[in-house]
């Protein structure tokens, strides 16, 4: 392929992509008002706080491991060793996701007081880190996708992961009026169902093997990126933490939104 088709097919890629992605925003905008007025402030501050833990979470677990991927599959031309380096990473980010999850999942009530201030809502982090587990452990089998460059069935998928969602959460939220518990159980049930098709769709052409080779090498390229990460992660929370502190949940949304203004 020369270097004009290849920058015209990376831009056809792109632009697909990109247009799935903004008409998920749209969707949410429009739903913003709907969902203020159910979930109200304290509901929103109580998701803003589940998003710090999940975000935490996903520091522990690292970002690097799908970019790892990307780098071992490109690296060798045998499809064999291709295949591997794709269900070795599915399979090492799903104990990674485990090992780090499962303290979070023991210790909900502990969790939940820290994130929240209230130790009885600990059902709501059981819930989040189900639907966690379930989206996290999906990234690499998405990831398999996007390497072939499927682009067009990616984003058919997303619309309709976008249409059943949004089903979802006005059915819990808006019908059942069940608010923040509606909110986490619509996450669970669309996470699961779509890690289950990925799963399903990358495992069946790549086959279940696991190779620890290789598995030490997407680790040993992933861990220098930590260091990044830990600073993003303190960036993007460190005022939400001190927000629910010191004002409590009910304002955290507005001075956040405030805050994000102001940068």
């Avoid at 690296?75 to 303290?103: G, K, N, Y």
């Avoid at 979070?104 to 820290?114: D, E, G, H, I, P």
């Avoid at 509606?182 to 093997?209: C, P, Q, T």
């Amino acid at each position: 392929m020369s270097s004009v088709s290849h920058i015209k097919n990376t831009f056809k890629h792109a632009l697909i992509y990109g247009s799935a992605g903004l008409l998920g925003k749209a969707v949410g905008f429009v739903m913003l008002p709907i969902y203020s007025h159910h979930l109200q402030a304290e509901g929103y501050g109580v998701i803003g706080m589940i998003d710090t833990v999940l975000s935490l979470m996903t520091l522990m677990i690292g970002y690097g491991i799908a970019g790892a991927m990307n780098r071992f599959y490109y690296e060798s031309d045998d499809p064999v060793r291709r295949r591997t380096v794709v269900s070795s990473t599915i399979i090492l980010m799903f104990f990674l996701v485990i090992i780090v999850t499962t303290p979070v999942l023991l210790f909900n009530k502990q969790v939940a007081w820290l994130a929240f201030g209230r130790s009885d809502w600990g059902h709501y982090i059981i819930l989040a880190v189900l639907a966690f587990i379930a989206s996290m452990t999906s990234k690499n089998a998405e990831n398999y996708i996007l390497i072939q460059q499927r682009s067009l069935f990616l984003s058919l998928i997303s619309l309709i992961r976008l249409v059943f969602s949004l089903s979802l959460n006005i059915y819990f939220i808006v019908y059942l009026q069940m608010g923040v518990l509606g909110y986490l159980y619509a996450s669970l049930i669309d996470a699961v169902l779509y890690s289950i098709f990925m799963h399903f769709f990358a495992l069946r052409a790549v086959g279940l093997v696991f190779d620890k080779g290789i598995a030490k090498e997407v680790l040993k390229f992933s861990m220098p990126m930590l260091p990044g990460y830990v600073a993003m992660f303190v960036r993007g929370n460190a005022d939400r933490v001190l927000l629910r502190t010191f004002l409590g949940l009910h304002r955290l949304v507005f001075l956040k939104s405030y805050l994000s203004l102001l940068h």
